[in-house]
């Protein structure tokens, strides 16, 4: 049995999985993963059988690098802070590439069978085995919501897409980070700061601690008693 974490993912093979896919029950989602309901992108991968003119895309890998901070945000509200931290570790490999044209096909591996679903065009994909986030332009544009979707596959492979997709839609799409941030602002999103500061060692912090001499005095040894006294200036 699985969940549907992804939306029209199980018409893709037919009527094959009509008695062997549910969505998830309000409430009670988590009793059912407990009893073993999968999600159903776990058993399903995406072949990409045609990518016309692949090109490095490196303002949109920027775009994403340059928003950690307010992708940080969309994750925070989500998910623990471990799990924002280590997903934002992610994004920093993850590279954009643009295409003319993409066709895929999805193959379902259940059952002791497998299934291929009709090849068609698809406006981004997430390769893993390359760390690669392809994406096919729309009439000039960027499909903001397909790339969206795709880095919450990236980050979050376990997980339903949707449920990060919505807000990091509205962190990439404006022209500007700080666009995205009053977006975010508007939409309650808390503010974060997504620097890490390395805390100091305890033998940096306490080594420190009283043994700098005023700027008046130079300390040196004397021979006669042992102790060292001020030099007078």
């Known amino acids: ?26 409430g009670c989602g988590g009793a059912f993963a407990a009893a073993g309901v999968r999600p159903l992108g776990s058993a399903v991968r995406t072949e990409l059988l045609e990518c016309l003119d692949p090109k490095d895309s490196p303002d949109v890998t920027q775009r994403i690098r340059n928003r950690k901070n307010e ?36 193959r379902l591996s259940v059952f002791n069978r497998d299934l291929d679903s009709t090849p068609e065009q698809v406006p981004a994909l997430f390769q ?14 960027h499909p903001w919501s397909a790339i969206a979707r795709e880095l919450s596959v990236a980050l979050f492979p376990d997980e339903d897409p949707g449920r990060f997709a919505a807000g990091l839609k509205e962190v990439l799409a404006p022209e500007s980070a700080s666009e995205a941030a009053t977006v ?10 997504t620097t890490v500061h390395k805390p100091p060692t305890p033998g940096e912090a306490t080594g420190s601690l009283g043994t700098e001499a005023s700027s008046s005095e130079t300390i040196v040894p004397n021979s006669s008693n042992g102790v060292d006294t001020p030099k007078e200036p």
């Open 128 to 141: 893993r085995e390359h760390g690669v986030l392809l994406f096919t332009p729309r009439e000039g544009q």
């Open 1 to 26: 049995m699985f969940f549907e974490n992804r939306a029209g993912l199980s018409a893709k093979f037919g009527n094959f999985l009509t008695n062997n896919v549910i969505s998830r029950p309000l």
């Open 71 to 106: 992708i940080g945000r969309v994750l925070e509200s989500q998910v623990s802070s471990r799990e924002s931290l280590d997903a934002l570790s992610t994004l920093e490999q993850i590279r954009c590439h643009t295409t003319a044209k993409m066709v895929v096909r999805f």
């Open 184 to 193: 975010l602002d508007e939409l309650g999103f808390a503010r974060l700061d």
